[in-house]
């Protein structure tokens, strides 16, 4: 099993449009053979003080794959591949997380 943290930075004031798109993807990837898990998450305003400062214009999105070719396989799916252009205009940045349990 794997999982994956992607971090994904929008352009200023797109974060709603963005996950109006995501959310459509959704239930295609969890149809995905291997998806264990796969979902958006946005920052939460809390008193800890471990945490990072909030941030207004990241989707996180927690992922959790069988393997590494289920990974593979996912990126590279027709519906992720019309996913992209559809986002492009409001993500500055991706940044992935492929992480093992210890």
Known sequence: MIHV????????GARDAFLAEFR???????????CLE???????VTEIGAQI?????VVTVVEQWADLPA???HLV????????PRVKHLVKSTVLQILKPA
């Open 24 to 34: 459509k993807l959704v239930p295609l990837v969890k149809a995905e053979a291997g």
């Open 77 to 84: 799916a027709p519906h992720m591949v019309d996913y992209r």
């Open 38 to 44: 796969y979902g958006p998450t946005i920052d939460v």
């Open 71 to 73: 990974l593979k396989a």
């Open 53 to 57: 400062p909030m941030r207004e214009n």
């Open 5 to 12: 943290i992607a971090t994904i930075e929008l352009t200023d």
